[in-house]
């Protein structure tokens, strides 16, 4: 069974600061995507990565996937309180083209 | 825009009734997926669709099944709601192939009382 450990579970910040959240296995996944839920609302795909080492910029959010392609990070640059919700990564491939391997998720708080 | 759309936001239902959760998307994506999302439990997979009829069950099915009559539309049905299946459920869509991510429906938040 594939995992995906994501660190920290909470993360409570104040407006500008800079964090990074991760996301670990002992598993080696074919793509790595990080999703952004907001309460009461379904998560919405921030990013797709598919190659060990890559970067993707999203305006202030940095992702990298691992050169082994077993765990990846999401860092925030000047964190502002719209940033605030549970981020989620999800890992695919690992025998099925169908079904993403999901962490519990980080919920970030920015305050103001 | 391309969505997933979930019949309903907020269901309130009585122990033992049958329920029926629709979910319909509109991006002609062969596989769609119904999960629950409880605090603390993450995204757990109830069951997922592969192609039309096609059903596969997912981590925890039990209590629960589905129906794809059309390739656009899946359906969740408690047969017999209860008080421990009170969470939000969370319906999404996906393309063929392991890189491509899921589109997620708004949720339906099911209290079953």
């Known amino acids: 069974t594939q995992l995906l450990e994501q660190s920290p579970q909470f993360l409570s910040i104040q407006e500008g600061e800079n964090l990074t959240v991760y996301c670990n296995s002992s598993?080696?996944?074919?793509?790595l995507q990080w999703y952004r839920q907001e309460p009461g609302e379904g998560p919405v795909l921030l990013v797709t990565v598919v190659t060990g080492g890559e970067v993707k910029k999203l305006k202030r959010l940095t992702f990298q996937f691992g050169d082994a392609r077993k765990d990846s990070s999401l860092h925030i640059t000047a964190a502002q309180t719209g940033d605030t919700g549970l981020y989620l990564c999800a890992g695919g491939g690992g025998g099925s083209n169908y079904k993403l391997t999901f962490g519990k998720g980080t919920l970030l708080t920015v305050n103001p | 825009d391309v969505k997933v759309t979930q019949s309903s936001r907020y269901l309130v239902k009585r122990t033992g009734e049958k329920v029926f959760l629709e979910c319909v998307q509109d991006?002609?994506?062969?596989?769609m997926f119904w999960y629950r999302q409880d605090p603390g439990l993450g995204l757990r997979l109830i069951y997922f669709?592969?192609?039309?009829?096609?059903?596969e069950k997912g981590d925890i099915p039990e209590g629960y099944s589905v129906s794809r009559e059309k390739k656009e539309r899946f359906s969740l049905i408690l047969e017999s709601a209860s008080t421990n299946q009170t969470s939000m459920y969370l319906c999404?869509?996906?393309?063929?192939?392991?890189?491509?991510?899921?589109?997620f429906g708004s949720g339906t938040r099911l209290t079953v009382v």
């Open positions: 598993s080696v996944f074919s793509s």
């Open positions: 999404a869509s996906k393309r063929g192939g392991s890189w491509y991510g899921y589109t």
């Open positions: 991006m002609d994506h062969e596989n």
């Open positions: 669709s592969y192609d039309v009829k096609m059903k």
